[in-house]
């Protein structure tokens, strides 16, 4: 298997979007929570993003996939990271609605790759 470039994957440039997103939605959070929930949130869905980088640096298939997978369980800890910030009113709900829906895309996209690889 030949090394991947990961920009030109979808699901890499909509994780990337993502962690942009995140960064912008973080910055009305509330000061206290600077080196709290804010950078939590920030590292997670950069983690994201950077695991699906990392997956295309893999030799074979097999690693591929495993990287992939690895992405999409940090994105359910993204998912996770932005309830929680919701919930504790550091983020309106119409941003919450639409990060999470974007993590939830990118995780989909991640399962299709997968199944691809796996071909």
């Not at 009305?28 to 929930?37: A, D, I, L, Q, W």
């Not at 996770?80 to 919701?86: A, E, G, K």
Request: charged letters at 25%; a positive charge; hydrophobic letters at 45%.
């Amino acid at each position: 298997m030949k090394m991947r470039d990961f920009r030109n994957l979808d699901a890499w440039r909509k994780a990337h979007n993502l962690t942009l997103d995140v960064y912008r939605a973080s910055e009305s959070f509330p000061k206290s929570e600077t080196f709290g929930m804010a950078a939590t949130l920030r590292r997670g869905s950069a983690q994201f993003a950077m695991k699906i980088a990392e997956a295309c640096g893999q030799d074979t298939a097999l690693d591929f996939i495993g990287g992939l997978g690895r992405a999409r369980a940090l994105g359910m800890e993204v998912e996770y990271q932005l309830l929680l910030s919701r919930d504790l009113q550091f983020m309106k709900p119409e941003n919450y609605d639409a990060l999470q829906a974007q993590v939830i895309e990118v995780r989909r996209m991640l399962s299709g790759l997968m199944k691809t690889a796996a071909a």
